[in-house]
């Protein structure tokens, strides 16, 4: 991706464009043509077709694309989200399967490798922990990005992988909860109304302002960039930030599970 992105910037600059005219041209913002030329995000196919006719149509751009390295660790359906990630401005979470692969610590992480169908080997386990710590670091390289986090309270009730495990997990938690620009919400498990219940999404919000969203099913994921459908979520996220308990609330909570462990 960054030989990718060194590629474009060589040709880009000796079409004589800045990134923001190359942006013009091909429909994207200057931050993405960056994100691409400095290797942190997948090219889209647009990009690339409408980047070799504003290069001169060398077929350079073409021709790399189909053998780009994709990142290890990361599902297929998973990476079109993973670098729209990295960019964002903003980034809300709501889960109520597990706690998202964001907050996980690698104890907790490497006990849902573990049960995992079917099975994976050492190097696999090893592969997407990497990819998941990775991303992780956007919660303190990104301190202009704001995130936020809506956790049912019963993800942490299950204690996946055991006390020690559920402790530590709680623990790191608290300690993400402290970052100005992270807010770590929980649904109390009694709720008579809940926005949430067609299931987990995400939200974010691009660096030229677009909102996409993503769901995810087993063995698939959707990218959604339908402004409607995006709108609806927000609403949905919305509703569940009144709903979920406040954030001081919420890091009393967990303390208290804390010490119920």
């Known amino acids: ?36 030329e400095l290797g942190r995000r997948m090219p889209d196919v647009a990009l690339v ?8 149509n060398t077929g350079v751009l073409r021709k790399s694309f189909p053998k780009l390295a ?59 922990w990497l990819a998941r710590a990775q991303r992780q670091q956007l919660l303190r390289e990104c301190p202009h990005t704001a995130f936020g986090f809506i956790l049912e309270e019963q993800l942490l009730l299950r204690r996946t992988g055991g006390a020690e495990v559920t402790r530590e997990l709680i623990d790191h938690l608290l300690e993400i909860a402290e970052l100005r620009n992270v807010d770590v919400q929980i649904m ?40 409607k459908i995006v709108g609806v979520l927000k609403q949905r996220y919305a509703r569940m930030r009144s709903q979920a308990l406040p954030l001081e609330d919420s890091v009393s909570l967990l303390e208290r599970m804390r010490g119920d462990i």
């Open 1 to 36: 991706m960054r030989t990718f992105g060194a590629v474009l910037q060589a040709l880009r600059e000796h079409a004589g464009l800045s990134r923001e005219e190359f942006g013009e041209l091909v429909g994207f913002s200057k931050h993405t043509v960056a994100s691409v």
């Open 49 to 56: 077709e409408q980047g070799e006719a504003a290069t001169g």
């Open 70 to 128: 994709r990142q290890p660790g990361l599902a297929s359906w998973f990476r079109r989200w993973a670098g729209l990630e990295a960019d964002a401005i903003t980034l809300y979470t709501y889960e109520c399967r597990l706690v998202p692969g964001l907050l996980q610590t690698e104890a907790y992480a490497r006990q849902l490798f573990a049960d995992e169908l079917p099975p994976l080997i050492d190097e696999q386990i090893e592969a997407q």
């Open 188 to 227: 109390p498990l009694a709720r008579i109304s809940h926005a949430g219940l067609h299931g987990p999404m995400q939200l974010l919000e691009t660096p030229d302002n677009r909102w996409f969203a993503y769901t995810e099913a087993p063995e698939s994921g959707q990218l959604i960039s339908d402004p």
